[in-house]
Nanobody
Framework: QVQLVESGGGLVQPGDSLRLSCAAS?????MGWFRQAPGTERAFVAA????????YYADSVKGRFTISRDSAKNTVYLQMNSLKPEDTAVYYC???????????????????WGQGTQVTVSS
């Protein structure tokens, strides 16, 4: 069992950058980021394995976003560059047990979720 707390969201202009953080109460999990825009379903953004050796990205953010983790701090980050208005959403951090055998892009694979942090990209 793990508690997750996201931070770092805010209001930015198109082209700006933000770094989101997810502080976990413990380690030993694969980690993912999802987002939900108004009127839409929760969507996969990025994921990283417990070891940090593999990362995965939605096509919509590939090349702009980078997921990373600091195991010593039990923290995962999402560096978001070249932000677009369509990136506006509540961003959620999620943790999956190491036995995950499905797709990192499916929300159902994750066991724990943070409360979310709002990212708004607007001119």
């Amino acid at each position: 069992q793990v508690q997750l707390v996201e931070s770092g969201g805010g209001l930015v202009q198109p082209g700006d950058s933000l770094r989101l953080s997810c502080a976990a109460s413990g380690g030993g999990y694969h980690m993912g980021w999802f987002r939900q825009a108004p009127g839409t379903e929760r969507a996969f953004v990025a994921a990283i394995t417990w070891s940090g050796g593999r990362s995965y990205y939605a096509d919509s953010v590939k090349g702009r976003f980078t997921i990373s983790r600091d195991s010593a701090k039990n923290t995962v980050y999402l560096q978001m560059n070249s932000l677009k208005p369509e990136d506006t959403a509540v961003y959620y951090c999620a943790a999956a047990m190491l036995a995950l055998s499905g797709s990192f892009s499916r929300a159902r694979e994750y066991d724990y979720w943070g409360q979310g942090t709002q990212v708004t990209v607007s001119s």
